[in-house]
């Protein structure tokens, strides 16, 4: 995570980060290059490629994050991402692709990507299997940075550091995935495995960025449902990319599955609070907020997060059996 380097009280617990992601004097990084969304469990496909089309219809989705509110430069990720179903051969298969920024101070990482998953119909739910391909690339813009004056020298400004006035850098890298979904009427479970590749981002200013494989694992079940579709909905969130791990934990109300409501925790992080409603021409909406619990709370308000997606029926040929997603999709 990098950031503009100016010298400030506020932005001095960001320059910690600068330092421990880039070394200021040149060195190797570790990134994990996931999309850190509150609402993971409303972008499937874009966790994993296996869930794309899993669901029998088209969807497009359009999020925005604006993480920890009140510090300057603060993460930024965008998203828009597609999948649907199609039928080739007497089987049905998902497609997908997804454009994903993430931006901090001088760093945007973009991720591009395409999938595809096959689908299995199962007595009581859906198995895919899936893969996905595509190009992570990272851009360092040493110009948005501006040193200290040559009177305020300390640990973290260095007027003639080469990475703080060099030249605007990007690089770019092949990246792929694999993943399998399952999905029934009351149950989801995901695995995904990202960035099996290891893509590796050397920059000109001799720093390198490694992107860690990682493992997604989401999971949810509906329990409770009653004539009036109200329903409790449980659900997990783990990733690591096995050198530092974050779990996920929360709870869904969900109301004629038109209204929703949940809250949870990110365990040594945030407290969350999402809400979201599904409208009659297919369109669903969530926000969702996070309140910082860790020592960066002195520092920002909290986060927020909006999702938009929009669902419809693209191939009249279906499967005989199809599975409604129990993530209110």
């Given at each position: 995570m990098l950031i503009d380097v100016c010298f400030?009280?506020?932005?001095?617990?960001?320059?910690?980060?600068?330092?421990?992601?880039?070394?200021?004097?040149?060195?190797?990084?570790?990134?994990?290059?996931?999309?850190?969304?509150?609402?993971?469990?409303?972008?499937?496909s874009v966790v994993n490629p296996a869930a794309a089309g899993?669901?029998?219809?088209?969807?497009?989705?359009?999020a925005f994050r604006q993480q920890w509110v009140g510090f300057d430069d603060a993460p930024q990720s965008m998203l828009i991402a597609a999948d649907m179903q199609v039928s080739f051969l007497k089987n049905f298969h998902g497609v997908g692709v997804l454009a994903l920024q993430d931006k901090a101070g001088a760093m945007t990482n973009i991720n591009l990507a395409a999938a595809y998953s096959f689908h299995i119909y199962l007595d009581k739910g859906i198995l895919a299997l899936g893969a996905r391909f595509g190009a992570v690339n990272a851009k360092f813009s040493a110009s948005d940075l501006h040193t200290a004056p040559s009177e305020v020298q300390d640990g973290y400004h260095q007027e003639t550091d080469p990475l703080l006035n060099g030249n605007d850098d990007s690089q770019t890298a092949f990246d792929a995935g694999l993943g399998a979904f399952y999905q029934s009427?009351?149950?989801?479970?995901?695995?995904?495995?990202?960035?099996?590749?290891?893509?590796?981002?050397?920059?000109?200013?001799?720093?390198?960025?490694?992107?860690?494989?990682?493992?997604?694992?989401?999971?949810?079940?509906?329990?409770?449902?009653?004539?009036?579709?109200?329903?409790f909905e449980p659900r997990l969130a783990f990733m690591t990319d096995f050198a530092s791990w974050q779990l996920e934990l929360?709870?869904?109300?969900?109301?004629?599955?038109?209204?929703?409501?949940?809250?949870?925790?990110?365990?040594?992080?945030?407290?969350?609070?999402?809400?979201?409603?599904?409208?009659?021409?297919?369109?669903?909406?969530?926000y969702a907020y996070d309140l910082s619990l860790s020592k960066l709370k002195r520092y920002n308000t909290g986060s927020h997060e909006i999702i938009a997606?929009?669902?419809?029926?693209?191939?009249?040929?279906?499967?005989?059996?199809?599975?409604?997603?129990?993530?209110?999709?």
């Amino acid at each position: 995570m990098l950031i503009d380097v100016c010298f400030c009280p506020r932005t001095r617990t960001l320059l910690v980060f600068f330092c421990l992601i880039c070394t200021l004097t040149g060195g190797v990084a570790s990134a994990q290059n996931e999309p850190n969304f509150t609402g993971c469990h409303l972008l499937p496909s874009v966790v994993n490629p296996a869930a794309a089309g899993a669901s029998g219809l088209a969807a497009v989705t359009a999020a925005f994050r604006q993480q920890w509110v009140g510090f300057d430069d603060a993460p930024q990720s965008m998203l828009i991402a597609a999948d649907m179903q199609v039928s080739f051969l007497k089987n049905f298969h998902g497609v997908g692709v997804l454009a994903l920024q993430d931006k901090a101070g001088a760093m945007t990482n973009i991720n591009l990507a395409a999938a595809y998953s096959f689908h299995i119909y199962l007595d009581k739910g859906i198995l895919a299997l899936g893969a996905r391909f595509g190009a992570v690339n990272a851009k360092f813009s040493a110009s948005d940075l501006h040193t200290a004056p040559s009177e305020v020298q300390d640990g973290y400004h260095q007027e003639t550091d080469p990475l703080l006035n060099g030249n605007d850098d990007s690089q770019t890298a092949f990246d792929a995935g694999l993943g399998a979904f399952y999905q029934s009427d009351n149950a989801f479970i995901s695995l995904a495995l990202q960035h099996l590749t290891a893509p590796k981002l050397a920059l000109k200013s001799d720093a390198q960025i490694n992107v860690r494989p990682a493992l997604n694992v989401n999971a949810g079940r509906l329990l409770g449902k009653d004539v009036k579709q109200r329903s409790f909905e449980p659900r997990l969130a783990f990733m690591t990319d096995f050198a530092s791990w974050q779990l996920e934990l929360s709870a869904a109300a969900n109301f004629n599955r038109f209204f929703w409501f949940a809250l949870g925790a990110r365990i040594q992080d945030a407290l969350l609070a999402q809400t979201g409603v599904r409208l009659r021409n297919g369109l669903d909406l969530s926000y969702a907020y996070d309140l910082s619990l860790s020592k960066l709370k002195r520092y920002n308000t909290g986060s927020h997060e909006i999702i938009a997606r929009y669902s419809f029926d693209f191939d009249r040929q279906k499967p005989d059996k199809r599975y409604k997603s129990v993530r209110i999709l």
